[in-house]
């Protein structure tokens, strides 16, 4: 008989960390790695939404544990997960945007994207990296965006904050690869969720947004959650550095 070729898709017996994971893309990731044979701790700042992802992943026979953490807060970030005793999967996930022009911006929100979308995602790669390189093995997976890779007006620095997604997952992979470590990201366009979805049903931005996407629809998170698990897993075993655009050809215009 000869060997088999095709890669699996699957991480039976892995566990993997989602950040963000109360709603959204990160609530879809959870669940798909779960689906794809993954043990999960789901971390995000609302308790009684992760208390409803923790019942769906239980309802597909995997375990998850919630963690109740801001991202930005270093100390609690390091206790939580130095609690950890194995960790395959890091899905880097949570992030916020408010939208605003240059002239218009405040402090208050140019302070809150940094902390969350930049220092949040570096402190959570750090303590998951530390336990990486124990095992000398694991996958982190960074949630950029199309604004990662292009500008877009009144959105300038939620743009730059997944810039610098892109910047750290470059690094970061190169830094970690003698470790065993892969570091990748994906980049989703309009995606439908509870942070977009009265945006992208607005008449004036929503149908701007559409028609920048040649293929003519927004994303649903699952679109998104088959990169992140194809990230993960076996089947992109060297693949590492690099972003995988999951936005409909947008960035390719
Ligand atoms: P969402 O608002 O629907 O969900 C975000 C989740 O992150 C929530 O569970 C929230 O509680 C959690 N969160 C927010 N700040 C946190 C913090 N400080 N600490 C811990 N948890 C925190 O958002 P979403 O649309 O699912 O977006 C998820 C990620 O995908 C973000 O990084 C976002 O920038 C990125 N993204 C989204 C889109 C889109 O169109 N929705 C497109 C490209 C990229």
């Known amino acids: 008989m000869s060997e088999p070729v095709l890669p699996s898709m699957r991480v039976d017996g892995q566990t993997a960390l989602v950040t963000g994971a109360g709603r959204?893309?990160?609530?879809g990731c959870a669940i798909a790695l779960a689906e794809a044979g993954a043990d999960l701790f789901v971390m995000s700042r609302t308790e009684s939404e992760l208390d409803e992802v923790v019942?769906?992943?239980?309802?597909?026979g995997r375990s998850?544990?919630?963690i109740v953490c801001d991202v930005s807060d270093g100390a609690a970030i390091r206790r939580h997960i130095g609690e950890i005793d194995r960790l395959d999967i890091l899905v880097n996930n949570a992030g916020i945007l408010r939208?605003?022009?240059?002239?218009?911006?405040?402090?208050?929100?140019?302070?809150?994207?940094?902390?969350?979308?930049?220092?949040?995602?570096?402190?959570?790669?750090?303590?998951?990296?530390?336990?990486?390189?124990?095992?000398e093995s694991g996958v982190i997976v960074n949630m950029s965006s199309t604004f990662g890779v292009n500008g877009r007006a009144n959105n300038s620095i939620y743009s730059a904050t997944k810039h610098f997604i892109e910047g750290f997952t470059k690094s970061?992979?190169?830094e970690l690869a003698p470790l065993g470590i892969r570091v990748a990201a994906v980049g989703?366009?309009?995606?439908?969720?509870?942070?977009?979805?009265?945006?992208?049903?607005?008449?004036?931005?929503?149908?701007?947004?559409?028609?920048?996407?040649?293929?003519?629809?927004?994303?649903?998170?699952?679109?998104?959650?088959?990169?992140?698990?194809?990230?993960?897993?076996?089947?992109?075993a060297l693949v590492s550095g690099t972003t995988l655009m999951v936005d409909g050809g947008w960035s390719a215009q």
């Open 64 to 66: 998850a544990q919630k």
């Open 24 to 27: 959204g893309i990160g609530k």
């Open 99 to 135: 939208p605003s022009s240059l002239l218009d911006l405040s402090e208050d929100d140019l302070d809150d994207m940094l902390q969350v979308n930049c220092r949040g995602a570096v402190l959570v790669a750090q303590a998951a990296a530390e336990i990486m390189t124990r095992q």
């Open 188 to 236: 989703p366009t309009a995606i439908d969720t509870p942070l977009t979805h009265d945006r992208l049903n607005d008449p004036e931005i929503g149908g701007d947004l559409l028609s920048r996407i040649p293929m003519g629809r927004f994303g649903q998170i699952t679109d998104v959650v088959g990169a992140v698990v194809f990230l993960s897993s076996p089947a992109a």
């Open 55 to 60: 019942a769906q992943i239980e309802e597909v």
């Open 172 to 174: 970061t992979a190169v």
